[in-house]
């Protein structure tokens, strides 16, 4: 028979893995979610930034200081792909999408409206076309 001291402990023991179980999920899910936030935001800078290098009286063309590991294309309002590299037709909505994290962005127009989307599969850790990492990283 086990003595009291050894019941006790046990049930400490238990009690504690419990409450240290049930706090440490939802924060870890938290911190996911923050960090699949951030990424979502920063590739939305990503493709608003390329968005901005286009202009109605230039030739179409993408930036070339773009990250090897980022897939940037133009596309029409129905998800036609003009330019670049990409699907060839696209839902053009952000999130992830078959493991590729996925933003988008107008491209200020008066003509035709055309669409920006990027698309990069390494993330969260990565640094943007401009050398700096993603403020909060753990890691860059």
Same mark, same amino acid.
């Given at each position: ?24 999920? *939802? ?9 699949? &936030? ?26 070339? &200081? ?11 309002? &129905? ?11 696209? *839902? ?15 491209? *200020?127009? &008066?003509?035709? *409206? ?27």
């Amino acid at each position: 028979m086990r003595s009291l001291r050894s019941r006790l402990l046990t049930t400490i023991t238990g009690v504690a893995v419990l409450a240290v179980s049930l706090f440490a999920v *939802p924060l870890a899910m938290a911190v996911a979610r923050l960090y699949h &936030d951030g990424a979502i935001e920063s590739l939305e800078m990503e493709a608003t930034w390329v968005a901005s290098t286009f202009s109605s009286a230039a030739p179409v063309s993408l930036p070339t &200081d773009l990250p090897r590991d980022m897939t940037v294309g133009v596309y029409t309002t &129905d998800g036609r792909r003009l330019l670049g590299s990409g699907p060839a037709r696209s *839902p053009l909505r952000e999130g992830v999408e078959g493991g590729v994290l996925i933003a988008t962005a107008p491209i *200020p127009s &008066d003509e035709t *409206p055309r669409v920006v989307r990027v698309a990069t599969i390494r993330w969260p850790a990565r640094r943007t076309s401009r050398g700096s990492s993603w403020p909060g990283w753990p890691y860059s």
